[in-house]
């Protein structure tokens, strides 16, 4: 019985094959290359996450919270009509600011994305987009008071029209307010991926299919809506984390008349209430992951990109 030779300074047996070798030489690359993402990931989100789970569990009292093991603030959170419509809230502004977003941005993406030849042009157009990115997220959002208020510009102007009679007052410090400052923040969010999937349509593909007879409904159809499908996944995944885990807005626009899970969490922490704080957050998390899987089922996005 003869024993294969392994050579000392290598883990690699002597009996495999080069491409064998060169396989594990690859697996070990990647391995190395991978560890620093993993270790991060490792240290700064399943650390974290695990440690949320586990202080939801713990007992809360007025002021304070002992690691004692309970289940009693997933109860109260799941009987409590107020964390349950903060819930039911939470998920129908991002419906909605989602569908407006995607509503408002495919067609703004389509005109730069597959209208715009120049290059130059779209980069500019892009950079345009991001323009209100170059201030403090807190003044974009307060900016929307002096627009919306009862002699806000929008009543004015709408009073000078004679389109309206007196103030409108539903437009700030209600749930329509937060909708439009959400929708305008975000809606960046979703231009972007759409254009660059947009960007990435042979010219070709279309003038064959005009020359075949087919008009631009068609070609939209069956062509650009279906290339585009990534795009759209990516940027609703974009503004979806961004709206489920929002707070500011709700807060400044709607004179917290709007209360999201978000706003639940900031207004249980500062009550030192940890305990009612993490079960909320854990909540958010596993809404943020469904919505996550299901985009990410639609839509492949290994297998189109």
């Known amino acids: 019985m003869t024993v294969p030779n392994v050579s000392p300074s290598s883990s690699t047996p002597s009996f495999l094959s080069p491409a064998a070798r060169r396989e594990r030489e690859g697996r070990r690359r ?12 490792t240290l700064f989100m399943v650390l974290p996450m695990a440690m949320v789970v586990y202080v939801s569990f713990w007992t809360q009292t007025t002021f304070a919270v002992k690691p004692e093991l309970t289940t009693e603030s997933w109860a109260r959170f799941l009987s409590s009509a107020t964390y349950l419509g903060s819930v039911a809230t939470t998920l129908k502004i991002w419906g909605i600011v989602l569908l407006a977003t995607l509503l408002i941005g495919y067609p703004v993406a389509l005109f730069i994305g597959l209208f715009v030849r120049s290059k130059t042009v779209q980069t500019a157009l892009l950079v345009a987009c991001v323009i209100p990115f170059w201030t403090s997220f807190l003044i974009r959002v307060i900016a929307w008071r002096p627009m919306l208020g009862t002699e806000g510009a929008v009543n004015t102007i709408l009073l000078n029209l004679g389109i309206i009679d007196h103030p409108l007052t539903f437009l700030l410090f209600s749930e329509f307010s ?123 996005l290994r297998k189109e990109m």
């Not at 990647?30 to 990931?41: C, I, T």
């Not at 759209?232 to 999201?260: C, H, P, W, Y």
């Open 30 to 41: 990647a391995f190395w290359l991978l560890s620093p993402g993993l270790v991060w990931m």
């Open 178 to 300: 937060v909708l439009v400052g959400m929708t305008q923040i975000y809606c960046v969010f979703m231009v972007g991926p759409i254009t660059f999937m947009l960007g990435r349509i042979e010219p070709a593909v279309i003038e064959a299919a005009r020359d075949l007879g087919a008009g631009f409904g068609t070609i939209f159809r069956r062509i650009i809506l279906p290339l585009s499908l990534p795009g759209v996944a990516v940027g609703a995944i974009f503004v979806s984390v961004m709206v489920l885990g929002e707070f500011a807005t709700a807060a400044s626009l709607s004179g917290r008349k709007v209360n999201l899970l978000g706003n639940i969490i900031v207004s249980q922490v500062g009550s030192l209430k940890w305990a009612f704080a993490a079960v909320a957050g854990v909540v958010l998390t596993l809404i943020i992951a469904a919505v996550i899987s299901v985009a990410l089922r639609i839509v492949d």
